[in-house]
């Protein structure tokens, strides 16, 4: 699967005996509600790894799908049967880095902004 043919987010599920009290909130949801202004911010606390292809290696993750510069996702439905049976412990979001203008890639803040949001409300 080559990571600029797809786009992939995936959340990794467990079940924990944790208190939901002590999860931490990476950044305050209320920022994403503006890119322009806290797109840079937010960025910057989100872990970046590249890689040429990106492999499904977890058999304790869901991958929810969606499409080329959309945040919607196509299997929403994976995710909203098993929601209430499991306990979110890490998400991460795997993307191309598309359109390259001038050979380096500019994050589209809106995009990602759209796509943490969804995440988030699922």
């Given at each position: 699967?080559?990571?600029h043919a797809f786009i992939r987010i995936f959340v990794c599920c467990g079940i924990f005996?944790?208190?939901s009290l002590q999860a931490q909130q990476k950044f305050d949801s209320s920022k994403l509600t503006d890119p322009e202004r806290f797109g840079p911010?937010?960025?910057e606390l989100l872990f970046t790894s590249e890689v040429y292809e990106f492999e499904k290696n977890n058999e304790?993750?869901?991958y929810?799908?969606?499409g080329l510069r959309a945040s919607s996702f196509i299997n929403e439905k994976d995710w909203l049967e098993i929601k209430d049976t499991v306990e979110v412990t890490r998400i991460e979001v795997v993307y191309s880095k598309y359109p390259l203008r001038s050979g380096t890639y500019y994050?589209?803040?809106p995009l990602l902004f759209d796509r943490l949001n969804a995440?988030?409300?699922s």
């Open positions: 699967m080559n990571i005996l944790t208190n911010e937010v960025a304790s993750c869901i929810l799908q969606n994050e589209i803040y995440v988030r409300v």
